[in-house]
């Protein structure tokens, strides 16, 4: 992988979000802060222009739509850092889309799910990430863009 990162290292870092991250900052602020997600994307790319990176940054509250995208970036993106939100507990088709990809995968929650209801202590895209940032709130993303940055150096 490490060979195939380097390689992608001018390409965008896409930057998944799932469903119900449209309501950051309002929605449950006491669990997931006040950051609103366009403060959360405008946060990440200026971390990755301090690395020479770039990104795209999308969300969705549609399981297709995170595919599509996982599917897109096998070939248009250096690595993934992707928020599942509700859907990392419960997809499937995101598992096997993410385990088709050859570039670097972080996965992403702003509160530590290993905390919160039983039901959120289990996440099928763990099963394909490089590394895993939890309980960080938005400064987690800012920190997976490091991480990507890092790998991609290797």
Not at 6 to 12: A, G, R, V
Request: charged share 20%.
């Amino acid at each position: 992988m490490a060979k195939k990162a380097k390689e992608n290292k001018s390409l965008p870092i896409y930057i998944l979000n799932g469903p119900n991250t449209n309501l950051l900052g309002d929605r449950e602020p006491e669990i997931y802060g006040h950051t609103t997600l366009p403060q959360i994307g405008e946060m990440c790319a200026a971390q990755a222009k301090t690395h020479g990176l770039s990104v795209v940054f999308r969300q969705t509250n549609r399981e297709g739509d995170l595919v599509d995208w996982i599917q897109e970036a096998r070939k248009q993106a250096s690595a993934i850092i992707i928020n599942p939100a509700g859907y990392g507990h419960t997809s499937v088709a995101i598992l096997d889309a993410l385990q088709a990809c050859t570039i670097p995968i972080i996965e992403c929650h702003l509160s530590n799910l290993a905390r919160r209801e039983a039901f959120r202590h289990h996440s099928w895209v763990s099963k394909a990430a490089t590394g895993i940032l939890r309980g960080f709130g938005a400064l987690g993303y800012v920190r997976a863009v490091d991480a990507v940055a890092q790998i991609l150096k290797a």
